[in-house]
DNA sequence: TCTTAATTGACTGACGGTCGGTCAAAGGAG
DNA sequence: CTCCTTTGACCGACCGTCAGTCAATTAAGA
Protein backbone atom coordinates (compact mmCIF):
# COMPACT_ATOMS: atom_id res chain seq x y z
CA UNK A 1 0.00 0.00 0.00
CA UNK A 2 0.97 3.78 -0.30
CA UNK A 3 1.12 6.59 2.05
CA UNK A 4 -2.00 7.81 3.60
CA UNK A 5 -1.92 11.80 4.24
CA UNK A 6 -4.50 12.99 6.72
CA UNK A 7 -6.29 15.15 3.86
CA UNK A 8 -8.03 17.12 6.33
CA UNK A 9 -5.28 18.53 8.23
CA UNK A 10 -2.84 18.85 4.93
CA UNK A 11 -5.82 21.15 3.30
CA UNK A 12 -5.45 23.27 6.07
CA UNK A 13 -1.93 23.52 6.18
CA UNK A 14 -2.03 24.49 2.42
CA UNK A 15 -4.65 27.02 3.20
CA UNK A 16 -2.70 28.45 6.07
CA UNK A 17 0.33 28.92 4.05
CA UNK A 18 -1.60 31.10 1.34
CA UNK A 19 -2.76 32.83 4.03
CA UNK A 20 -0.32 35.96 3.84
CA UNK A 21 -0.04 35.95 0.31
CA UNK A 22 -3.90 36.43 0.05
CA UNK A 23 -3.95 39.08 2.45
CA UNK A 24 -1.55 40.56 0.10
CA UNK A 25 -3.54 40.66 -3.13
CA UNK A 26 -6.91 39.70 -2.57
CA UNK A 27 -8.13 36.31 -4.19
CA UNK A 28 -8.97 37.58 -7.62
CA UNK A 29 -5.71 38.59 -7.95
CA UNK A 30 -3.89 35.22 -6.73
CA UNK A 31 -3.07 33.08 -9.01
CA UNK A 32 -3.27 28.73 -8.40
CA UNK A 33 0.26 28.66 -9.53
CA UNK A 34 1.40 30.96 -6.98
CA UNK A 35 -0.70 29.41 -4.18
CA UNK A 36 0.76 25.73 -5.39
CA UNK A 37 4.74 27.71 -5.50
CA UNK A 38 3.89 29.26 -2.00
CA UNK A 39 2.86 25.77 -0.21
CA UNK A 40 5.19 23.95 -1.89
CA UNK A 41 3.15 21.23 -3.88
CA UNK A 42 2.65 21.37 -7.66
CA UNK A 43 -0.56 22.87 -9.08
CA UNK A 44 -2.59 19.57 -9.54
CA UNK A 45 -2.00 18.58 -5.76
CA UNK A 46 -4.17 21.70 -5.15
CA UNK A 47 -7.32 20.09 -6.77
CA UNK A 48 -6.37 17.01 -4.72
CA UNK A 49 -7.92 19.34 -1.40
CA UNK A 50 -9.95 21.97 -3.03
CA UNK A 51 -12.80 22.01 -5.68
CA UNK A 52 -11.43 25.34 -6.74
CA UNK A 53 -9.68 28.64 -5.88
CA UNK A 54 -12.33 29.76 -4.06
CA UNK A 55 -12.73 26.82 -1.49
CA UNK A 56 -9.08 27.82 -0.09
CA UNK A 57 -10.86 31.07 0.78
CA UNK A 58 -13.66 28.60 2.26
CA UNK A 59 -11.27 27.22 4.60
CA UNK A 60 -9.29 29.56 6.34
CA UNK A 61 -12.86 30.96 7.43
CA UNK A 62 -13.78 27.87 8.71
CA UNK A 63 -10.26 28.17 11.12
CA UNK A 64 -10.98 32.01 11.99
CA UNK A 65 -14.67 30.81 12.82
CA UNK A 66 -13.83 27.75 15.41
CA UNK A 67 -10.94 30.14 16.70
CA UNK A 68 -13.56 33.11 17.15
CA UNK A 69 -16.88 31.01 18.37
CA UNK A 70 -14.32 29.49 21.35
CA UNK A 71 -13.34 33.20 22.12
CA UNK A 72 -16.82 34.29 22.32
CA UNK A 73 -18.21 31.38 23.99
CA UNK A 74 -15.53 32.26 27.30
CA UNK A 75 -16.72 36.41 26.87
CA UNK A 76 -20.00 34.64 27.53
CA UNK A 77 -18.89 33.34 30.20
CA UNK A 78 -17.18 35.78 32.03
CA UNK A 79 -18.17 37.81 34.88
CA UNK A 80 -18.08 41.68 33.29
CA UNK A 81 -21.49 42.97 33.62
CA UNK A 82 -23.78 42.86 30.17
CA UNK A 83 -22.96 46.02 28.14
CA UNK A 84 -18.76 45.59 28.45
CA UNK A 85 -19.64 41.72 27.52
CA UNK A 86 -21.46 43.00 24.58
CA UNK A 87 -18.88 45.47 23.77
CA UNK A 88 -15.69 42.85 24.03
CA UNK A 89 -18.75 40.25 22.17
CA UNK A 90 -19.32 42.71 18.97
CA UNK A 91 -15.77 44.39 19.16
CA UNK A 92 -13.78 41.33 18.91
CA UNK A 93 -13.67 41.10 15.24
CA UNK A 94 -12.19 44.88 15.01
CA UNK A 95 -9.81 44.15 17.97
CA UNK A 96 -8.04 40.33 17.40
CA UNK A 97 -4.25 40.55 16.85
CA UNK A 98 -4.25 41.38 12.44
CA UNK A 99 -7.93 42.00 12.57
CA UNK A 100 -7.98 44.03 9.83
CA UNK A 101 -6.35 41.31 7.71
CA UNK A 102 -8.63 38.79 8.94
CA UNK A 103 -12.00 41.11 7.77
CA UNK A 104 -10.23 41.47 4.49
CA UNK A 105 -10.12 37.66 4.11
CA UNK A 106 -13.77 37.34 5.64
CA UNK A 107 -15.34 40.45 3.20
CA UNK A 108 -13.67 37.93 -0.18
CA UNK A 109 -15.80 35.25 1.63
CA UNK A 110 -18.92 36.87 1.69
CA UNK A 111 -17.86 38.12 -1.85
CA UNK A 112 -17.66 34.50 -2.27
CA UNK A 113 -20.37 33.45 -0.98
CA UNK A 114 -23.01 35.98 -2.43
CA UNK A 115 -21.94 35.10 -6.15
CA UNK A 116 -21.61 31.69 -6.22
CA UNK A 117 -24.55 29.61 -5.61
CA UNK A 118 -23.07 26.62 -4.13
CA UNK A 119 -25.05 24.77 -1.52
CA UNK A 120 -22.06 23.97 0.92
CA UNK A 121 -21.16 27.57 1.11
CA UNK A 122 -24.99 28.25 2.31
CA UNK A 123 -24.86 25.18 4.96
CA UNK A 124 -21.52 26.21 6.24
CA UNK A 125 -22.97 29.67 6.78
CA UNK A 126 -26.53 28.88 8.40
CA UNK A 127 -24.63 27.11 10.97
CA UNK A 128 -21.74 29.66 11.40
CA UNK A 129 -24.84 32.18 12.25
CA UNK A 130 -26.70 29.36 14.57
CA UNK A 131 -23.84 29.15 16.67
CA UNK A 132 -22.75 32.71 17.18
CA UNK A 133 -26.54 33.65 17.62
CA UNK A 134 -26.85 30.77 20.07
CA UNK A 135 -23.45 32.43 22.41
CA UNK A 136 -25.50 35.87 22.00
CA UNK A 137 -28.64 34.59 23.25
CA UNK A 138 -27.33 32.48 25.93
CA UNK A 139 -25.48 35.61 27.10
CA UNK A 140 -28.32 37.82 26.65
CA UNK A 141 -30.67 35.40 28.46
CA UNK A 142 -28.69 34.87 31.56
CA UNK A 143 -28.53 38.83 32.21
CA UNK A 144 -31.94 39.35 31.41
CA UNK A 145 -32.59 36.83 34.21
CA UNK A 146 -30.80 38.45 36.61
CA UNK A 147 -32.50 41.90 35.89
CA UNK A 148 -29.90 43.78 34.27
CA UNK A 149 -31.39 44.48 30.88
CA UNK A 150 -34.91 43.94 29.44
CA UNK A 151 -36.63 41.06 28.20
CA UNK A 152 -37.54 42.73 25.04
CA UNK A 153 -33.86 42.82 24.52
CA UNK A 154 -33.43 39.06 23.39
CA UNK A 155 -35.53 40.22 20.37
CA UNK A 156 -32.62 41.79 19.13
CA UNK A 157 -30.13 38.70 18.60
CA UNK A 158 -30.28 38.65 14.97
CA UNK A 159 -30.60 41.83 14.36
CA UNK A 160 -27.38 42.79 16.29
CA UNK A 161 -25.47 40.04 14.12
CA UNK A 162 -27.12 41.58 11.01
CA UNK A 163 -26.14 44.90 11.75
CA UNK A 164 -22.57 43.60 12.85
CA UNK A 165 -21.91 42.13 8.80
CA UNK A 166 -23.46 45.28 7.56
CA UNK A 167 -20.99 47.49 9.86
CA UNK A 168 -18.46 45.02 8.63
CA UNK A 169 -19.28 45.02 4.54
CA UNK A 170 -19.86 48.75 4.70
CA UNK A 171 -16.40 49.08 6.25
CA UNK A 172 -14.75 47.14 3.67
CA UNK A 173 -16.78 49.62 0.98
CA UNK A 174 -16.42 53.07 2.37
CA UNK A 175 -13.76 52.26 5.08
CA UNK A 176 -16.73 53.80 7.95
CA UNK A 177 -14.67 53.83 11.09
CA UNK A 178 -16.57 50.55 12.29
CA UNK A 179 -15.32 50.50 16.21
CA UNK A 180 -16.64 53.45 16.91
CA UNK A 181 -19.97 52.71 14.70
CA UNK A 182 -20.39 49.68 17.42
CA UNK A 183 -19.87 51.26 20.83
CA UNK A 184 -22.37 54.20 19.27
CA UNK A 185 -24.95 51.42 18.77
CA UNK A 186 -24.51 49.82 22.11
CA UNK A 187 -25.02 52.95 23.95
CA UNK A 188 -28.05 54.17 22.34
CA UNK A 189 -29.22 50.35 22.22
CA UNK A 190 -28.23 50.22 26.34
CA UNK A 191 -30.07 53.51 26.73
CA UNK A 192 -33.63 51.85 25.79
CA UNK A 193 -33.21 48.41 27.02
CA UNK A 194 -31.65 48.56 30.65
CA UNK A 195 -33.21 47.99 34.15
CA UNK A 196 -32.76 51.13 35.78
CA UNK A 197 -31.20 49.84 39.31
CA UNK A 198 -33.48 51.75 41.99
CA UNK B 1 -15.95 67.22 -36.40
CA UNK B 2 -16.94 63.79 -36.51
CA UNK B 3 -20.38 62.22 -34.56
CA UNK B 4 -20.18 63.33 -31.06
CA UNK B 5 -22.52 60.83 -28.62
CA UNK B 6 -23.87 61.07 -25.45
CA UNK B 7 -21.13 59.25 -23.28
CA UNK B 8 -23.54 59.09 -20.79
CA UNK B 9 -26.27 58.34 -22.32
CA UNK B 10 -24.66 55.37 -24.32
CA UNK B 11 -23.29 54.18 -21.12
CA UNK B 12 -26.58 53.54 -19.84
CA UNK B 13 -27.92 52.18 -22.57
CA UNK B 14 -25.96 49.79 -22.92
CA UNK B 15 -25.85 48.81 -19.20
CA UNK B 16 -30.05 48.49 -19.10
CA UNK B 17 -29.44 46.07 -22.48
CA UNK B 18 -26.85 43.52 -20.46
CA UNK B 19 -29.47 43.68 -17.16
CA UNK B 20 -31.55 40.89 -18.11
CA UNK B 21 -28.76 38.65 -19.17
CA UNK B 22 -26.45 39.64 -15.95
CA UNK B 23 -29.76 38.53 -14.11
CA UNK B 24 -29.62 35.08 -15.53
CA UNK B 25 -26.42 34.49 -15.31
CA UNK B 26 -24.50 36.60 -12.64
CA UNK B 27 -21.55 38.76 -13.17
CA UNK B 28 -18.88 35.99 -12.92
CA UNK B 29 -20.82 34.01 -15.80
CA UNK B 30 -21.49 36.79 -17.93
CA UNK B 31 -18.46 37.37 -20.82
CA UNK B 32 -18.04 40.45 -22.28
CA UNK B 33 -18.61 39.05 -25.89
CA UNK B 34 -21.96 37.99 -24.89
CA UNK B 35 -22.79 41.76 -23.78
CA UNK B 36 -21.29 43.77 -26.52
CA UNK B 37 -23.49 41.36 -28.72
CA UNK B 38 -26.53 42.02 -26.50
CA UNK B 39 -26.30 45.52 -26.76
CA UNK B 40 -25.52 45.21 -30.80
CA UNK B 41 -22.13 46.84 -30.47
CA UNK B 42 -18.28 45.87 -30.87
CA UNK B 43 -16.33 44.33 -27.90
CA UNK B 44 -14.10 47.17 -27.88
CA UNK B 45 -16.97 49.51 -27.98
CA UNK B 46 -17.82 48.31 -24.54
CA UNK B 47 -14.34 49.50 -22.75
CA UNK B 48 -15.34 53.22 -24.15
CA UNK B 49 -17.69 53.34 -22.01
CA UNK B 50 -16.57 50.91 -19.23
CA UNK B 51 -13.32 50.84 -17.44
CA UNK B 52 -14.26 47.05 -17.16
CA UNK B 53 -16.77 44.37 -16.78
CA UNK B 54 -17.27 45.06 -13.08
CA UNK B 55 -17.97 48.41 -14.25
CA UNK B 56 -21.18 47.74 -15.87
CA UNK B 57 -22.88 46.59 -12.54
CA UNK B 58 -21.41 49.84 -11.33
CA UNK B 59 -23.73 51.44 -13.62
CA UNK B 60 -26.99 49.53 -13.40
CA UNK B 61 -26.55 50.03 -9.51
CA UNK B 62 -26.26 53.66 -10.20
CA UNK B 63 -29.73 53.74 -11.99
CA UNK B 64 -31.69 51.53 -9.15
CA UNK B 65 -30.20 53.91 -6.85
CA UNK B 66 -31.56 56.68 -8.44
CA UNK B 67 -34.91 55.58 -8.61
CA UNK B 68 -35.03 54.05 -5.21
CA UNK B 69 -34.07 57.60 -3.89
CA UNK B 70 -36.89 58.98 -5.49
CA UNK B 71 -39.17 56.75 -3.99
CA UNK B 72 -37.75 56.69 -0.53
CA UNK B 73 -38.31 60.28 -0.62
CA UNK B 74 -42.06 59.88 -1.68
CA UNK B 75 -42.68 57.58 1.32
CA UNK B 76 -40.86 59.76 3.80
CA UNK B 77 -43.03 63.01 2.60
CA UNK B 78 -46.43 60.81 2.67
CA UNK B 79 -49.02 61.20 5.39
CA UNK B 80 -49.06 57.70 6.78
CA UNK B 81 -48.19 57.09 10.15
CA UNK B 82 -44.28 56.63 11.34
CA UNK B 83 -44.62 52.72 11.68
CA UNK B 84 -46.03 52.25 8.32
CA UNK B 85 -43.33 54.61 7.15
CA UNK B 86 -40.96 52.64 8.43
CA UNK B 87 -42.41 49.60 7.00
CA UNK B 88 -42.25 50.73 3.81
CA UNK B 89 -39.28 52.18 4.46
CA UNK B 90 -36.89 49.55 4.86
CA UNK B 91 -39.04 47.07 2.79
CA UNK B 92 -38.76 48.82 -0.54
CA UNK B 93 -36.00 46.99 -1.81
CA UNK B 94 -37.87 43.28 -0.47
CA UNK B 95 -41.01 44.26 -2.47
CA UNK B 96 -40.80 46.41 -5.42
CA UNK B 97 -41.31 44.83 -9.39
CA UNK B 98 -38.63 42.50 -9.80
CA UNK B 99 -37.05 42.49 -5.90
CA UNK B 100 -35.63 39.14 -6.47
CA UNK B 101 -33.51 39.98 -9.55
CA UNK B 102 -32.39 43.57 -8.61
CA UNK B 103 -31.54 42.35 -4.83
CA UNK B 104 -29.43 39.78 -6.83
CA UNK B 105 -27.49 42.74 -8.69
CA UNK B 106 -27.13 44.67 -5.47
CA UNK B 107 -25.05 41.75 -4.17
CA UNK B 108 -23.07 41.59 -7.14
CA UNK B 109 -22.37 45.24 -7.06
CA UNK B 110 -21.28 44.45 -3.04
CA UNK B 111 -19.06 41.30 -4.24
CA UNK B 112 -17.25 43.68 -6.63
CA UNK B 113 -16.98 46.72 -4.15
CA UNK B 114 -15.71 44.25 -1.26
CA UNK B 115 -13.06 42.58 -3.61
CA UNK B 116 -11.97 45.67 -5.80
CA UNK B 117 -10.11 48.58 -3.77
CA UNK B 118 -11.22 50.97 -6.61
CA UNK B 119 -11.45 54.42 -5.09
CA UNK B 120 -14.84 55.08 -7.29
CA UNK B 121 -16.66 52.76 -5.62
CA UNK B 122 -15.56 53.93 -2.49
CA UNK B 123 -17.00 57.38 -3.29
CA UNK B 124 -19.62 56.42 -5.30
CA UNK B 125 -21.32 53.89 -2.15
CA UNK B 126 -20.30 56.88 0.31
CA UNK B 127 -22.65 58.98 -1.79
CA UNK B 128 -25.65 56.49 -1.62
CA UNK B 129 -25.30 55.77 1.89
CA UNK B 130 -25.43 59.31 2.92
CA UNK B 131 -28.22 60.11 0.56
CA UNK B 132 -29.84 57.56 2.37
CA UNK B 133 -29.40 58.23 5.93
CA UNK B 134 -30.14 61.49 5.29
CA UNK B 135 -33.77 60.82 4.21
CA UNK B 136 -34.32 58.45 6.82
CA UNK B 137 -33.29 60.84 9.51
CA UNK B 138 -35.12 63.46 8.27
CA UNK B 139 -38.29 61.10 8.32
CA UNK B 140 -37.33 60.36 11.65
CA UNK B 141 -36.89 63.85 13.02
CA UNK B 142 -40.17 65.10 11.60
CA UNK B 143 -41.91 62.27 13.94
CA UNK B 144 -39.60 62.88 16.92
CA UNK B 145 -41.11 67.10 16.45
CA UNK B 146 -44.11 65.88 16.18
CA UNK B 147 -43.93 63.32 19.64
CA UNK B 148 -44.57 60.11 17.94
CA UNK B 149 -41.53 58.35 18.73
CA UNK B 150 -38.66 59.43 21.01
CA UNK B 151 -35.49 61.41 20.23
CA UNK B 152 -33.52 58.23 21.06
CA UNK B 153 -34.26 57.12 17.56
CA UNK B 154 -32.21 59.41 16.13
CA UNK B 155 -29.37 57.04 17.05
CA UNK B 156 -30.35 54.41 14.86
CA UNK B 157 -30.38 55.81 11.36
CA UNK B 158 -27.49 54.52 10.43
CA UNK B 159 -27.25 51.21 12.67
CA UNK B 160 -30.63 50.58 10.59
CA UNK B 161 -29.08 50.97 7.48
CA UNK B 162 -26.00 48.64 8.73
CA UNK B 163 -29.22 45.91 9.64
CA UNK B 164 -30.64 46.06 6.55
CA UNK B 165 -27.65 45.82 4.50
CA UNK B 166 -26.86 42.72 6.71
CA UNK B 167 -30.20 41.40 6.29
CA UNK B 168 -29.71 41.54 2.37
CA UNK B 169 -26.17 39.92 2.34
CA UNK B 170 -27.37 37.36 4.93
CA UNK B 171 -30.28 36.60 2.24
CA UNK B 172 -28.11 36.37 -0.28
CA UNK B 173 -26.06 34.07 1.78
CA UNK B 174 -28.16 31.81 3.51
CA UNK B 175 -31.42 32.44 2.09
CA UNK B 176 -32.88 33.89 5.30
CA UNK B 177 -36.84 35.16 5.32
CA UNK B 178 -35.77 39.07 5.17
CA UNK B 179 -38.91 40.47 4.90
CA UNK B 180 -39.65 39.08 8.30
CA UNK B 181 -36.96 39.63 9.95
CA UNK B 182 -37.29 43.45 9.22
CA UNK B 183 -40.86 43.39 10.10
CA UNK B 184 -39.68 41.64 13.59
CA UNK B 185 -36.97 44.12 13.88
CA UNK B 186 -39.34 47.13 13.33
CA UNK B 187 -41.91 45.58 16.28
CA UNK B 188 -39.29 45.39 18.48
CA UNK B 189 -37.65 48.43 17.67
CA UNK B 190 -40.73 50.60 17.89
CA UNK B 191 -41.63 49.02 21.64
CA UNK B 192 -38.59 50.39 22.67
CA UNK B 193 -39.09 54.23 21.03
CA UNK B 194 -42.62 54.30 21.06
CA UNK B 195 -43.80 57.37 22.83
CA UNK B 196 -47.17 55.83 24.55
CA UNK B 197 -50.20 58.71 23.09
CA UNK B 198 -52.09 58.74 26.53
C1' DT C 1 -11.15 66.42 -49.33
C1' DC C 2 -9.41 66.28 -44.78
C1' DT C 3 -9.81 65.66 -39.88
C1' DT C 4 -11.11 63.23 -36.13
C1' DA C 5 -14.42 60.79 -33.09
C1' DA C 6 -16.33 56.36 -32.97
C1' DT C 7 -16.36 51.67 -33.80
C1' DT C 8 -14.75 47.14 -34.56
C1' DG C 9 -13.21 42.26 -34.09
C1' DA C 10 -8.96 39.65 -34.60
C1' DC C 11 -5.45 38.94 -31.51
C1' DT C 12 -2.83 38.13 -27.19
C1' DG C 13 -1.46 36.98 -22.67
C1' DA C 14 -2.96 35.12 -18.53
C1' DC C 15 -5.04 31.89 -15.87
C1' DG C 16 -8.15 28.11 -13.97
C1' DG C 17 -8.63 23.58 -14.16
C1' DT C 18 -7.45 18.66 -16.22
C1' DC C 19 -5.14 14.47 -17.07
C1' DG C 20 -1.71 11.15 -18.28
C1' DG C 21 2.06 9.77 -16.11
C1' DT C 22 5.82 9.29 -12.29
C1' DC C 23 7.26 8.00 -7.84
C1' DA C 24 7.83 6.00 -3.40
C1' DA C 25 6.09 3.41 0.25
C1' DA C 26 3.75 -0.78 1.72
C1' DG C 27 2.68 -5.33 1.45
C1' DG C 28 3.39 -10.12 0.04
C1' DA C 29 5.38 -14.17 -2.24
C1' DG C 30 9.30 -16.88 -2.53
C1' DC D 1 16.04 -10.56 2.71
C1' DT D 2 14.65 -9.30 -2.04
C1' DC D 3 11.98 -8.47 -5.74
C1' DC D 4 7.44 -7.66 -7.69
C1' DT D 5 2.89 -5.54 -7.43
C1' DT D 6 -0.32 -2.36 -5.89
C1' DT D 7 -1.90 2.07 -4.74
C1' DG D 8 -2.42 6.69 -3.59
C1' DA D 9 0.09 11.14 -3.62
C1' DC D 10 1.98 14.26 -6.48
C1' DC D 11 3.15 16.76 -10.54
C1' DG D 12 3.30 20.15 -14.40
C1' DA D 13 2.59 20.38 -19.46
C1' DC D 14 -1.35 21.29 -21.78
C1' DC D 15 -6.05 23.10 -23.12
C1' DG D 16 -9.90 26.10 -23.46
C1' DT D 17 -11.65 30.40 -22.14
C1' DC D 18 -11.91 35.11 -21.81
C1' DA D 19 -10.75 40.04 -20.46
C1' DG D 20 -8.75 43.55 -22.43
C1' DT D 21 -5.90 45.82 -26.54
C1' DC D 22 -5.03 48.06 -30.81
C1' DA D 23 -4.46 48.79 -35.74
C1' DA D 24 -7.59 49.38 -39.21
C1' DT D 25 -11.98 51.19 -40.84
C1' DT D 26 -15.97 54.09 -41.08
C1' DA D 27 -18.47 58.15 -41.52
C1' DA D 28 -19.88 62.80 -40.18
C1' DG D 29 -18.86 67.57 -40.26
C1' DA D 30 -15.73 71.42 -41.71
Known amino acids: MA????????????????RELLLKVGIKN???????????VGKGTIYEYFSNKEDIVFEIIAIYMDEHAKELSEISDSSEEIKEKLKSFMLLVFNSENSEQELMIYREFIA????????????????C???IANILRDMLQSHVQSGD?????LEFVDPILYFLKG?????GMTQIEA?????NFIESWFALIKVSKQ
Open 149 to 153: ISALS
Open 179 to 183: KQEVL
Open 112 to 127: IALTSRIKEMSDFAKS
Open 30 to 40: ITVAEISKTAG
Open 167 to 171: VVVEQ
Open 129 to 131: KLK
Open 3 to 18: IIVDKEKKRREIALSS
